[in-house]
T-cell receptor, first 113, second 113 residues
Framework: DAMVIQNPRYQVTQFGKPVTLSCSQTLNHNVMYWYQQKSSQAPKLLFH???????NEADTPDNFQSRRPNTSFCFLDIRSPGLGDAAMYLC????????????FGDGTRLSIL | LAKTTQPISMDSYEGQEVNITCSHN???????ITWYQQFPSQGPRFIIQGYKTKVTNEVASLFIPADRKSSTLSLPRVSLSDTAVYYCLVGEMIYNQGGKLIFGQGTELSVKP
């Protein structure tokens, strides 16, 4: 059973056209993360939510925003996608407790035309 | 956050034991060592986690020496389906911010028949 669900699996958008990627979880975890993974590279943390508290990585571009309306859902908004934003975007969740592993979705692959 | 170094790639044959070593010289007292596996077009999947000595589960073993400056993931009797990228991570739980994982370059394991 899928526990971290990302929709859609593939997303195509135009250069400069805002796009939203979604993530939902059935694990009731209070921490949710967004990673960017470019081809042949490791995932790179963009930001994460601890409950409703948003934590942005220092090098995450302002073009990337996130929303978490409730425990189960988290969204990644890219306000003006550039060609360099084409990547796989991974959502993950974890429990608050000490060193609990992260559970990843299978990602959304974003293409920019 | 501690930086990790692991081989970029490894080759093996079906039925062999594979050992992937990761160095993390700057590991902090509170850091755990976690390994993830990632197949193409999928999110990373948790394999095993440890703090010191040896940890074993149904898929792998993790060996950590006393100084904790390195760790070795051991995969017994690999099969073709173990072909994947393996990431070693040293993560910490930041109070009220959840866990923070910084992925290193990963080791691309290729298992041949």
């Amino acid at each position: 059973d899928a526990m971290v669900i990302q929709n859609p699996r593939y997303q195509v958008t135009q250069f400069g056209k805002p796009v939203t990627l979604s993530c939902s979880q059935t694990l009731n975890h209070n921490v949710m993360y967004w990673y960017q993974q470019k081809s042949s590279q490791a995932p790179k943390l963009l930001f994460h939510y601890y409950d409703k508290d948003f934590n942005n990585e220092a090098d995450t571009p302002d073009n990337f925003q996130s929303r978490r309306p409730n425990t189960s859902f988290c969204f990644l908004d890219i306000r003006s996608p550039g060609l360099g934003d084409a990547a796989m975007y991974l959502c993950a969740t974890s429990r608050q407790n000490q060193n609990q592993p992260q559970h990843f979705g299978d990602g959304t692959r974003l293409s920019i035309l | 956050l501690a930086k990790t170094t692991q081989p970029i790639s490894m080759d093996s044959y079906e039925g062999q034991e594979v050992n992937i070593t990761c160095s993390h010289n700057n590991i902090a007292t509170n850091d755990y060592i976690t390994w993830y596996q990632q197949f193409p077009s999928q999110g990373p999947r948790f394999i095993i986690q440890g703090y010191k000595t040896k940890v074993t589960n149904e898929v792998a073993s993790l060996f950590i020496p006393a100084d904790r400056k390195s760790s070795t993931l051991s995969l017994p009797r690999v099969s073709l389906s173990d072909t994947a990228v393996y990431y070693c991570l040293v993560g910490e739980m930041i109070y009220n911010q959840g866990g923070k994982l910084i992925f290193g370059q990963g080791t691309e394991l290729s298992v041949k028949p």
